[in-house]
């Protein structure tokens, strides 16, 4: 089953946020990467329930997809 829309929206904006806070990026970057990753698109597509996690886990699963360390 998939997520709502809007509860998928919500998601986005919290794992976007807690990226740029962890990576100290600014948020139009960050929001760039979110929309090319393997992470937005499992969501989106509701491949798995990511949409599940927490927004930090989310953005450390991003930090290792882009190879960020910090």
Do not use: W
């Not at 970057?29 to 949409?51: Q, V």
């Not at 930090?56 to 190879?67: H, I, S, T």
Request: include cysteine; proline fraction near 1%.
């Amino acid at each position: 089953m998939k997520a709502d829309r809007n509860i998928l929206q919500l998601k986005y904006c919290g794992v976007i946020e807690t990226f740029a806070e962890m990576v100290n990026l600014p948020l139009r970057d960050c929001l760039d990467k979110f929309y090319k990753s393997d992470i937005y698109i499992e969501m989106r597509d509701g491949i798995s329930d990511m949409h599940c996690r927490s927004d930090k886990y989310l953005a450390e699963d991003l930090m290792r997809e882009f190879n960020i360390v910090i």
